[in-house]
């Protein structure tokens, strides 16, 4: 009787175990639950949230290639307006721009003006005149390059009798004005010589404001023997003082005497660093232009000289890049 009893009370706490595992296992199913309950909807949320942000980066990416698409079509209209003015210059005969210059073997332009070192905070600007504009057809084509180019205006002549309409239509411009050369024998209508009166040049460049009203600046066409005499020089600088113009040495000729007489009149001698098209050919130009950026960078400011030709346009076209480095100004802006 007495192991009876003992049995039965092992049995009872046994099952009393029992029931406390069972207990325990269901706790720790049910904590298990809500642990896969709360990673499976946590999961489905932040999955929620990942699409939701892929979404987003998505519809970034594509406007970022619509952007992108629209700008190569515009970037290629403009080549493609710009090709087809081009098309139409280059089936023009050009001398290269060596015709300016004081040298017989036309061999290397007359080194720049010596310049001090500067160093600014500031970007460097860089001015590009673009010489010997004459037509409409080289008035679109400058244009489309999409850079600010100054451009110089040959005066008006029997061969090119606009030219003061092509320069009324613009906000800057010079006038490239044709001086007498020691070795040229294809002098411009209404050249400039030494030798020519006060008077003369005091009514030659009267009559040239007369006719563009606007001109801030002329710099020369050819000039080598005319800028080398210093006489001629005060003459001309007297004329356009009176008129209110400022004189940009092309520096045809290393005998230049513009930086003397400038300084006599208490003038700023502002000249040419870089001749971009001596030689016409695309890889010439384009070295040209990373010299003019480096000039510019060196000294704070740079006027680089070039020419409506083909290639000098197509490659000032393709230095956007480089030429980011320094602010390309109009002429009015580079002091």
Do not use: C
């Amino acid at each position: 009787m007495a192991k009876k009893k003992k049995l039965k009370k092992k049995s009872h706490k046994s099952t009393k175990i029992l029931t406390y595992v069972a207990w325990f296992l269901s706790i720790i199913a049910l904590a298990l639950s809500g642990i896969v309950a709360g990673y499976y909807f946590g999961y489905e949320n932040g999955k929620t949230e990942v699409i939701a942000k892929e979404n987003v980066e998505k519809e970034k990416r594509l406007a970022l290639l619509q952007k992108l698409e629209k700008k190569v079509k515009k970037d290629e209209s403009v080549n493609k307006r710009l090709q087809e003015v081009l098309q139409k210059e280059e089936k023009k005969r050009y001398t290269s721009a060596a015709h300016e210059l004081d040298t017989k073997s036309l061999a290397k332009p007359p080194k720049p003006q010596k310049r001090k070192v500067v160093h600014t905070a500031t970007k460097p600007k860089l001015a590009i005149i673009i010489d010997d504009v004459a037509t409409r057809s080289q008035v679109k084509a400058i244009k489309q390059v999409g850079i600010p180019l100054t451009m110089s205006f040959l005066p008006p002549s029997k061969t090119r009798p606009n030219t003061q309409i092509l320069a009324k239509n613009e906000k800057i411009y010079m006038i490239h004005l044709p001086m007498e050369a020691l070795h040229w024998n294809k002098e411009e209508p209404f050249t400039l010589h030494v030798g020519d009166s006060q008077q003369k040049i005091s009514q030659y460049i009267a009559d040239l404001k007369g006719l563009f009203p606007r001109v801030k600046f002329i710099n020369n066409h050819t000039g080598s023997k005319f800028t080398a005499n210093e006489i001629s020089m005060n003459r001309l600088v007297v004329a356009l003082n009176e008129n209110k113009i400022s004189f940009i040495d092309s520096r045809t000729t290393a005998q230049t005497k513009a930086p003397k007489v400038m300084k006599n009149f208490g003038l700023k001698y502002m000249a040419r660093d870089v001749f971009l098209d001596h030689h016409m050919e695309k890889s010439y130009v384009l070295k040209q232009i990373k010299l003019a950026v480096k000039t510019a960078k060196l000294h704070g400011t740079a006027i680089a000289i070039g020419h409506p030709h083909p290639n000098t346009l197509k490659a000032l076209k393709e230095s956007k890049a480089i030429l980011r480095e320094v602010n390309v100004v109009y002429i009015n802006r580079l002091y």
